[in-house]
């Protein structure tokens, strides 16, 4: 008798166990991934973010720019923006967190807006690279301007250029 009750509860432990265990390996969808559409809805998005420096200025294409467009403008949404100091330029040493988006508003001269180039921190997103950076690129109206599926392969060299912060190069182009 003592015997069917230690294995009636030990079943019952078994079987608690297992239910807990397949709670936590449901397989995971990719509801989430991002994709040309959301990238472009994201870019578009202007509330809560931070310009870099504080600023909303157009900045002119310099020496060390690799964007064609004459004009563009770097903002971080409040995830990304914990790592910008007091000026509002990026820390020394930044790793941006998950979740960070950064957008990259590429002008004409005529200050109209010609294409987004964004950088979002999503680690588990089958478009990532190793450092868990998406890399979108978009033209004003919402097309693919560079593939997605490249995971960044065409951004990645060029940001890694002496001085890049987390691949990012607002610091480099513009101290
Ligand atoms: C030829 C070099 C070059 C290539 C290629 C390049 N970039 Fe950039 N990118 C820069 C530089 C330099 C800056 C800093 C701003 C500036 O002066 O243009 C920058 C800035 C950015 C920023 C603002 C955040 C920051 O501080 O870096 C984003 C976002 C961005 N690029 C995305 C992209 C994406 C996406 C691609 C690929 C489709 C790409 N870039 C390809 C050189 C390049």
Same mark, same amino acid.
């Given at each position: 008798m003592k015997k069917q009750i230690a294995l009636s509860i030990a079943l019952i432990v078994f079987v608690s166990l297992l239910n807990a265990c397949q709670m936590n390996t449901t397989t995971p969808t990719n509801t989430d991934a991002l994709t040309i559409p959301k990238i472009f809805e994201i870019a578009k998005q202007t509330s809560g973010y931070t310009w870099y420096k504080k600023s909303d200025a157009y900045l002119p294409k310099n020496g @060390? %720019?690799?964007?064609? #467009? @004459?004009f563009q403008r770097t903002r971080y949404d409040a995830t990304a923006a914990t790592q910008l100091d007091a000026n509002g330029k990026v820390k020394a040493g930044a790793v941006f967190p998950e979740g960070s988006t950064i957008v990259k508003e590429l002008v004409? &001269? +005529?200050?109209?807006?010609s294409g987004y180039a964004l950088m979002l921190k999503r680690k $588990? +997103?089958? %478009? $990532?690279d190793a450092d868990g950076w998406v890399w979108g690129y978009v033209t004003a $109206?919402? $097309? #693919?301007?560079?593939?997605? %599926? &490249?995971?960044?392969n065409g951004c990645i060299a060029c940001h %890694?250029? &002496?001085?890049?912060?987390d691949r990012t190069l607002m610091n480099v182009s513009n101290p």
């Open positions: @060390v %720019s690799g964007h064609i #467009e @004459v004409n &001269s +005529d200050r109209s807006i $588990a +997103d089958p %478009s $990532a $109206a919402g $097309a #693919e301007r560079h593939p997605l %599926s &490249s995971k960044g %890694s250029i &002496s001085g890049h912060i």
